[in-house]
């Protein structure tokens, strides 16, 4: 039944479902990702039985395949605003130490390519939402960091609503669609934060690591800025 395919391909991380299965490991966790991606199409054109496994979903770790769970929903949703309201809904009433948004970034981000002002309106709520407000940072990402998500983030830092090391997930960067230049005016109010230089600081030095590990050219602001929090 679809809900026991969900449990065993969408709840466990992808390695361990994929052990075994091939002799080429990159061809099974593609295997398994598809069927995720598979189950995330019936299940979401199905409510009732998604409500029924979004509990145990909105708890589970990154993997690749939650996330192909998750895209898949948002591109095959009837109604986004019903199905991202039986998500928040799952994810509120999980224990607060349990709670994993991981479920969610994917899920808006796609929805953001359906729907931009849909997935905008989210994010102002979210920034309202005690359940939601520290996990910001990481949904934004996904969605892309324009001028109104800088300024989004930017106000949170200085709502001092949510402690500083939500603003980890900064130096992830997933979707760098527009500019980076306003990431210097979020951290200078992460920096504010209590435990927040440390933060900022990391946040750099990971910015920084991870675009020489991959050759990219580094942003012209991020070596100023680097000296000038030092």
Known sequence: ??????????RRPTWDVADGEEDDPSSAFKNVEQIAQDIGHQLVATPEQ????????????AAGNLIAFSRAMALGAPDLRETWNDLIEAFR???????QPNLLGPFLGDAAGRDRAFAETVLDEAFNDPALAPHLPYLQGWVGYDEAGWQRLQTLARSGTVPAPVFHDLARLRHETGTLDQLPNVLDAVAELDGGLMVALDVVAELHAGRVRREEPLPPFLLPYSRTIL
């Open 93 to 99: 009433n999980a224990p607060e130490d349990a709670r």
């Open 50 to 61: 998604l409500r029924e496994f979004l509990p145990e979903a909105v708890t589970a770790q």
């Open 1 to 10: 039944d679809i809900l026991g395919q969900a449990q065993a391909y969408v």
